[in-house]
């Protein structure tokens, strides 16, 4: 199945990047085409193509971030890179040096903000994706927690969701809990969603 996740917009933009590759750039090479409404036998089929050196370069959405194994690959080139978040972007860099072949990773961005290019200057010290999520919830804002935003700041005002202690100490309280009751028993329930809904509104 194709997926849904990825906007009708972003697949013709890769589109027309990939026509403009072929056609004006990488004329002289093959190239293949990935995007999430591609059919999964068609991926499975360009991925092949790819391995086995039919194809020479893959045009790709982020569709690529996990579950793809082209140990051949390497080089990757990222556009626009300051739309991605820095595990996504770690995620995204996974996908080349799978073999003993020096590999490269190459981020552009138009943006010429000092915040974009230091937060962009992580990738190149650190190699721990939970690190660098955690860098970019710092630096970005954790975004929403019952929405679509991957970034800026909630007006979910109970803890600071930068505070990694606390999380902590809260994910070992949860499964405390789950271990006891793993259901959580209706009466258990009502008291915790009551006391979150005095905790941040009181009034």
Do not use: W
């Not at 790709?60 to 996990?66: F, N």
């Not at 626009?80 to 961005?109: I, P």
């Amino acid at each position: 199945e194709e997926s849904d996740h990825e906007s009708l917009q972003s697949v013709k933009a890769v589109t027309v990047e990939f026509e403009r590759l072929q056609k004006k750039v990488f004329r002289d090479l093959k190239l293949g085409l990935l995007h999430g409404r591609i059919k999964s036998k068609e991926k499975e089929e360009i991925l092949a193509k790819m391995n086995r050196g039919a194809l020479d370069m893959l045009v790709a959405t982020p569709v690529v971030e996990v579950g793809i194994d082209i140990p051949n690959a390497t080089i990757m080139v990222i556009e626009a890179a300051e739309r991605f978040g820095l595990a996504q972007l770690h995620q995204l860099r996974g996908r080349v040096g799978r073999n003993d072949k020096q590999s490269y990773c190459l981020l552009f961005t138009e943006s010429t903000r000092d915040t974009t290019q230091k937060r962009l200057r992580y990738l190149e010290s650190i190699n721990n994706g939970a690190e660098l999520a955690e860098i970019d919830m710092k630096l970005r804002g954790p975004g929403e927690l019952f929405g679509t935003r991957q970034s800026g700041y909630s007006e979910f005002k109970l803890a600071s969701l930068t505070d990694t202690a606390l999380i902590t100490k809260v994910r070992i309280s949860v499964s405390d809990i789950l271990r006891k009751d793993v259901v959580l028993a209706p009466g258990l329930h009502d008291r915790i969603q009551n006391y979150i809904i005095q905790s941040v509104n009181p009034d």
